[in-house]
């Protein structure tokens, strides 16, 4: 478990990404599709909402959504 201080290291070191939208964050990531990595979210999101993982199988008690 990270706390706040752990994280706000982290992200003033450059060894972690910060936004307060995906879509902040996706835009600091070089060479990153942000259509494509939403898209893949979007459908993350889904099946977590559903409960279930059709796509990769992940068990239910570990989906959560982003």
């Keep these: 478990m990270r706390t706040d201080s ?3 290291t982290a992200v003033e070191e ?3 990404l ?3 939208t995906i879509d902040e964050l996706l835009a ?3 060479g990153m599709d942000v259509d494509a ?3 893949s979210i979007e459908r993350y999101n889904e099946l977590a909402k559903n409960g279930e ?3 990769f ?3 239910s ?3 959560f959504p982003l």
């Design 6 to 8: 752990d994280i706000e």
């Design 37 to 39: 990595a939403k898209a």
């Design 53 to 55: 993982d059709t796509d």
């Design 18 to 20: 910060k936004g307060d």
């Design 28 to 30: 600091q990531i070089e």
């Design 57 to 59: 199988f992940k068990s």
């Design 61 to 63: 008690k570990r989906l």
């Design 14 to 16: 450059g060894r972690c």
